[in-house]
């Protein structure tokens, strides 16, 4: 079966793939989902070929056709990236056996921009594989692309990051998925996050996001426009993570502060456990009214941040940050 990748959705039913097409990072992501789906059904075991290597598949599947003496499900992964498509996996697809195998997967990625029209190997994946289309999405197809990789974000929140990362990598899918990840360290909880990852979040001043966080919600706010003046003069062009970090917590304040349980909805908004204690304290003197004008200003930033309206981005974050410092006080 053929089926374009903004159509691809689950790939249970089957274990044979195609990914083909020019768009790297979408065969990426389709493969990692099929690699997961696969481990899900048992196969735990894989090996990575790249077209200089091809020999040493047909070996493989042929020591596995049979089955293995303790049952191991395998993994085999192809991978094509220059010139003309390898006669050698043509020759492994046109193998009718493989596709008998209850015990082997095959996952091949293509460079190849178009798919024959006729060929026994072709045939074969059609009829008892999955052929995915990855090549260059049309700009509503990558917006919708874009908006899916970003459904772990607060619907509110949304508009202003999709918005921003389109804006600022339109037609370069590799530069909004570092964005979109950067995105989901900082709004995935704690548990998930591997230390490592938060470290590579780094503003020049040599504070990481997550410290920023904590900077904020500590009520230092001495500190923070400290650091607000040297990104403005070391690094005015990158200001959309402080952007985000600083909409993050705007919009856990709010939400929580409409909440009548205020700890389920720093959790929901993405807040650490490790930070509810400070969140609960920040929003302790304020009113939902003053986050939700804070969220509008947040909202005009994000506006001035994309040119459409003509202000100063630097002046307008540091405008919020007292703001901000100014609903929190506890006798305001």
Same mark, same amino acid.
């Given at each position: ?6 159509n691809?959705s689950?790939s249970?039913?089957?274990r044979?793939l195609? +990914?083909y097409?020019?768009?790297l990072? /979408?065969? %990426? @992501?389709i493969a990692d989902q099929i &690699?997961q789906s696969l481990k899900a059904?048992?196969f735990?075991d894989?090996?990575s ?10 070996e493989?599947?042929m020591?596995?056709?049979g089955?293995s ?7 085999l992964h192809?991978?094509h990236t220059?010139g003309?498509?390898?006669e050698?996996i043509?020759?492994?697809l046109?193998?009718q056996h493989?596709?008998?195998s209850?015990?082997?997967a095959?996952?091949?990625?293509s460079s190849?921009e178009?798919t024959?029209?006729s060929?026994n190997w072709?045939?074969?994946?059609d ?7 990855c ?6 197809e990558?917006?919708?692309?874009l908006?899916r990789?970003?459904?772990f974000?607060p619907k509110s929140? +949304?508009p202003?990051?999709?918005g921003? /990362?389109? %804006? @600022?990598?339109e037609?370069n899918? &590799?530069g909004?998925m ?5 995105l989901?360290l900082?709004?995935s909880?704690?548990?998930?996050i591997d230390?490592?990852?938060t ?7 040599g504070?990481?996001a997550f ?8 009520r ?6 400290q650091?607000?003046?040297f990104l ?6 990158n200001?959309?993570p402080l952007?985000?970090?600083?909409a ?8 929580s502060s409409?909440?009548t349980?205020?700890k389920?909805?720093l959790i929901?908004s993405g807040v650490?456990?490790s930070k509810?204690?400070q ?10 009214s003053?986050?939700?004008q ?5 909202l005009?930033?994000?506006? /001035?941040n994309k040119?459409?309206i ?5 002046e ?5 940050i007292?703001q901000?410092k100014g609903?929190t006080?506890?006798?305001?």
């Amino acid at each position: 079966m053929k089926v374009n990748c903004l159509n691809f959705s689950d790939s249970k039913d089957s274990r044979f793939l195609f +990914l083909y097409g020019s768009e790297l990072i /979408i065969k %990426q @992501n389709i493969a990692d989902q099929i &690699l997961q789906s696969l481990k899900a059904q048992g196969f735990n075991d894989k090996v990575s070929l790249h077209q200089d290597e091809l020999d040493h598949a047909e070996e493989i599947i042929m020591r596995n056709l049979g089955g293995s003496l303790f049952q191991e499900k395998l993994i085999l992964h192809l991978k094509h990236t220059s010139g003309k498509f390898p006669e050698k996996i043509k020759l492994i697809l046109e193998n009718q056996h493989l596709y008998n195998s209850d015990n082997l997967a095959l996952i091949v990625e293509s460079s190849i921009e178009k798919t024959p029209a006729s060929g026994n190997w072709i045939k074969n994946m059609d009829e008892k594989g999955l052929i995915v289309s990855c090549g260059k999405l049309k700009t509503a197809e990558e917006k919708l692309w874009l908006k899916r990789q970003l459904e772990f974000l607060p619907k509110s929140l +949304l508009p202003m990051f999709g918005g921003s /990362i389109f %804006q @600022n990598n339109e037609g370069n899918l &590799l530069g909004q998925m570092n964005e979109v990840r950067l995105l989901k360290l900082l709004f995935s909880p704690d548990q998930d996050i591997d230390e490592t990852e938060t470290n590579n979040i780094v503003f020049h001043s040599g504070l990481s996001a997550f410290e920023l966080e904590d900077v904020i919600i500590d009520r230092k706010f001495e500190k923070v426009l400290q650091t607000i003046k040297f990104l403005k003069e070391h690094d005015s062009q990158n200001s959309a993570p402080l952007i985000w970090m600083i909409a993050k917590i705007i919009n856990s304040c709010l939400e929580s502060s409409q909440a009548t349980n205020k700890k389920s909805a720093l959790i929901k908004s993405g807040v650490w456990s490790s930070k509810i204690s400070q969140y609960l304290s920040l929003i302790k003197h304020s009113k939902a009214s003053e986050f939700m004008q804070l969220s509008d200003q947040m909202l005009r930033l994000d506006l /001035i941040n994309k040119g459409i309206i003509k202000s100063n981005v630097w002046e307008q974050i540091e405008k919020i940050i007292l703001q901000l410092k100014g609903v929190t006080e506890p006798q305001h």
